[in-house]
């Protein structure tokens, strides 16, 4: 199994950017699929973006034109910036690896995720 460790969540306000970070252990990254997912208090668990190992990149219609997923294969680590951030986009956000498939947003798909780290947006 992949390790997978995030960075950069934060409290920003409403209209800010973060950029959350996640690195992962191992020699499979460069052929998983990377993704991200985020849980506020009381919700289900939902995909947000991914990024294949072919290049693909997938978003949910919620954050489209305002979030971006990306890769460095050379440094084990994947990238989402999020801009114009609204107080719904309040969660833990979940960096997770599918290393077996090319399903990019069914999360049992995903065999390893992150802790998770917590994006607040305050309005």
Same mark, same amino acid.
């Given at each position: 199994?992949?390790?997978l460790?995030?960075? @950069?969540?934060? +409290?920003v306000? &409403? @209209?800010?950017? +973060?950029? +959350?970070?996640?690195t992962a252990?191992?020699?499979t990254f460069?052929?998983?699929?990377m993704?991200? %997912?985020?849980? &506020?208090?009381g *919700?289900?668990?939902?995909f /947000?973006?991914?990024? @294949?190992?072919w290049g693909?990149t997938?978003?949910? !219609? %919620? /954050? *489209?034109?305002?979030?971006?997923?990306?890769? !460095?294969n050379? *440094? $084990?680590t994947? #990238? +989402?910036?999020?801009?114009?951030l *609204?107080?719904? !986009?309040t969660a833990?956000? #979940?960096c997770a690896? $599918?290393t #077996?498939?090319?399903d #990019?947003? !069914?999360?049992?798909r995903?065999?390893?995720w992150?802790?998770g780290t917590? /994006?607040?947006v305050s309005?």
């Open positions: 199994q992949v390790q460790v995030e960075s @950069g969540g934060g +409290l306000q &409403a @209209g800010g950017s +973060l950029r +959350l970070s996640c252990s191992g020699r460069s052929r998983s699929v993704g991200w %997912f985020r849980q &506020a208090p *919700k289900e668990r939902e /947000v973006s991914s990024i @294949g190992w693909g997938y978003y949910a !219609d %919620f /954050v *489209k034109g305002r979030f971006t997923i990306s890769r !460095d050379a *440094k $084990n994947a #990238y +989402l910036q999020m801009n114009s *609204k107080p719904e !986009d833990v956000y #979940y690896a $599918n #077996y498939t090319r #990019y947003s !069914d999360p049992s995903f065999s390893s992150g802790q917590q /994006v607040t309005s």
